[in-house]
């Protein structure tokens, strides 16, 4: 166990619905970042989060949205879904320490 | 901008061997961090090794180790005495004053018994 905990870990949703992934950190990390995985983009940056706040955007979609709650956990929010956003998610937090990674959430869009 | 290269195409190795995977980047930052995955099949990403641009030695994790030659741009992980289950896609990282990882797009290894 990492220490940072996604789920769910496998999601199979139909094109055009909205789903919601949730990651908590590991303890006392302030920072979470989410990353797209597919096999043609490879691994992607989509947006940090630092204790509450957006630190920062990469290439994230306008049908993506995220936040961090009070008790630093954070929710990706897709919605209207297409096939192209079957891919595997993950959550990373971050410390003094280092990054470290939850195991991810696989997205199937059918 | 920060960009990671990693050009090598599946690597195969015979186990107790070492193996050496190339990761090159770019970067614009003075200070920055060089990190290491490895990605079984299973999917989880597992923090294998880091080096710091102002670390003067290289890195050692056990098995793994970081050949970091800052002015060549870098940072090829060394796997020594290979296992079975060093299997993986193994993925070069970097991270700068962004604090943001960048991926290169990672290499599959194979260990032959």
């Known amino acids: 166990d990492s220490g940072v905990t996604q789920t769910p870990k496998h999601l199979i949703t139909a094109t055009g619905q909205r789903v919601t992934l949730r990651c908590s950190p590991r303890?006392?990390?302030?920072?979470v970042y989410w990353y797209q995985q597919s096999l043609d983009q490879g691994l992607q940056f989509l947006i940090q989060y630092y204790n509450g706040e957006e630190r920062a955007k990469g290439n994230i979609l306008e049908r993506f949205s995220a936040q961090q709650f009070p008790d630093l956990h954070s929710e990706l929010n897709l919605s209207s879904l297409e096939l192209g956003d079957s891919a595997l998610y993950f959550c990373?937090?971050?410390?003094?320490?280092?990054?470290?990674f939850g195991s991810g959430t696989r997205l199937t869009v059918v | 901008a920060q960009k990671i290269t990693q050009t090598q195409p599946g690597m195969f190795v015979q186990e107790k061997e070492a193996v050496t995977l190339d990761c090159t980047y770019d970067?614009?930052?003075?200070?920055?961090?060089l990190f290491w995955y490895k990605q079984p099949s299973s999917g989880e990403m597992i923090f294998l090794i880091y080096?710091?641009?102002?670390?003067?030695q290289n890195a050692t994790e056990g098995r793994y180790s970081l050949n970091f030659q800052k002015a060549r741009k870098s940072a090829n992980l060394v796997i020594s005495a290979s296992q079975l289950g060093d299997s993986a896609m193994y993925f070069c990282a970097l991270t700068g004053a962004n604090s943001k990882l960048t991926f290169g797009k990672g290499i599959t290894l194979s260990v032959r018994p």
């Open positions: 080096q710091g641009s102002y670390d003067e």
């Open positions: 303890s006392g990390d302030l920072s």
């Open positions: 990373a937090s971050s410390s003094h320490y280092g990054y470290t």
């Open positions: 970067t614009s930052d003075q200070s920055y961090g």
